[in-house]
């Protein structure tokens, strides 16, 4: 008789790795077939799958068994690929317009390319100068997509001083990269 997902659990908590590698067989392919529907891509599906099951496995001791493991995965998955998503929104948004107003640009040209790298290059080196206390919060904030509450946990600060932060963080970004942007006037 094939153990429940329930047993398996109860196996993993005991430090059984084979229970965990049984309860991962048992829910990948599910995993990566809905991973590949939300993404469009299987590589990117299967990456997730593997994070999904990672945090999974970190995360043990806080799930409470009520029946409902694949819809828990499912869970992972869609936030892990929820915040890529945003991670990569925010990222494109540190970068300048590079591309002509006409807005056809299905392939860069070697110049733009060029151009675009720079942009990546000066953007990261900029980043990179601020001070500490105001690089966590901008990178957290505007990269990875992290909300104040959560910012503010981990740079151990309070809502208001990480806001304040991140406001001064930016003007001195702007500050840094604006010879650049205007062409080193």
């Known amino acids: 008789m094939e153990p429940t997902d329930a047993n398996l659990l109860e196996r993993c908590r005991a430090q059984d790795p084979e229970a965990?590698?049984?309860?991962?067989?048992?829910?990948?392919?599910?995993?990566?077939?809905?991973?590949?529907r939300l993404t469009g891509c299987r590589d990117r599906a299967e990456d997730f799958a593997q994070e999904t099951f990672v945090r999974f496995y970190q995360q043990l001791d806080r799930y409470c068994d009520q029946g409902t493991l694949a819809a828990y995965l499912l869970?992972?998955?869609?936030?892990?690929?929820?915040s890529?998503?945003?991670r990569r929104r925010r990222w494109r948004l540190l970068k300048p317009l590079l591309f002509s107003s006409n807005g056809?640009?299905?392939?860069m040209s070697?110049?733009?390319s060029l151009l675009a790298q720079e942009a990546?290059?000066?953007v990261t080196r900029a980043l990179a100068a601020l001070d500490l206390i105001y690089r966590a919060p901008l990178v957290l904030r505007e990269i990875e997509g992290r909300s104040y509450v959560e910012i503010a946990a981990v740079t151990g600060c309070s809502e208001?001083?990480?806001k304040s932060r991140l406001h001064r963080g930016r003007q001195l970004l702007k500050q840094q990269l604006e010879p650049y942007w205007n062409g080193g006037r």
């Open 20 to 36: 965990f590698a049984r309860l991962v067989d048992r829910h990948k392919d599910q995993m990566v077939n809905y991973l590949t």
């Open 75 to 82: 869970r992972i998955a869609t936030n892990l690929v929820r």
């Open 84 to 86: 890529d998503e945003r």
């Open 104 to 107: 056809h640009h299905s392939e």
């Open 110 to 112: 070697p110049r733009r």
């Open 120 to 122: 990546q290059r000066q």
């Open 160 to 162: 208001g001083t990480v």
